[in-house]
């Protein structure tokens, strides 16, 4: 079985309301669905960061559970493999900035490899 890697441009697709894109290198929103493509294991092209408002979302990281609850911050790099199991009355904002757009803006982000390996290890 073969992993599936969601990109901006597959995001964008999927027809997201209430997104702010820039071509395929940056998503804003504050409108989250979760579609099919998160029920399974999966792996985002980007930087994903979520700010939880309110309710509460189960997620699995790198085989790890995790419960963001209101007032919650995670970052997703990525390598890692991400599923989300339930979500109950979730809004958050959430921002997504494409690799590609990473490296054309020169950022490598795993210079900065203690906080690298510390958002690898501690997402939340």
């Given at each position: 079985?073969?992993?599936?890697?969601?990109?901006?441009?597959?995001?964008?697709?999927?027809?997201?309301?209430?997104?702010?894109?820039?071509?395929?290198?940056?998503?804003?929103?504050?409108?989250?669905?979760?579609?099919?493509?998160?029920k399974y294991p999966c792996r985002i092209d980007g930087i994903t960061?979520?700010?939880?408002?309110?309710?509460?979302?189960?997620?699995?990281?790198?085989?790890?559970?995790?419960?963001?609850?209101?007032?919650?911050?995670?970052?997703?790099?990525?390598?890692?493999?991400?599923?989300?199991?339930?979500?109950?009355?979730?809004?958050?904002?959430?921002?997504?900035?494409?690799?590609?757009?990473?490296?054309?803006?020169?950022?490598?982000?795993?210079?900065?490899?203690?906080?690298?390996?510390?958002?690898?290890e501690q997402p939340l």
């Amino acid at each position: 079985m073969q992993l599936n890697t969601i990109s901006i441009a597959k995001f964008k697709q999927e027809g997201l309301k209430a997104a702010t894109c820039f071509n395929d290198d940056l998503i804003i929103t504050n409108h989250i669905e979760f579609a099919e493509q998160f029920k399974y294991p999966c792996r985002i092209d980007g930087i994903t960061i979520l700010v939880c408002l309110d309710g509460e979302i189960d997620i699995s990281m790198n085989l790890k559970e995790y419960k963001i609850k209101e007032n919650c911050i995670i970052v997703n790099v990525p390598e890692n493999i991400i599923q989300i199991e339930r979500a109950t009355n979730f809004e958050a904002y959430a921002m997504v900035i494409s690799s590609a757009y990473l490296k054309e803006m020169q950022i490598d982000i795993k210079q900065k490899l203690d906080s690298y390996m510390n958002l690898k290890e501690q997402p939340l």
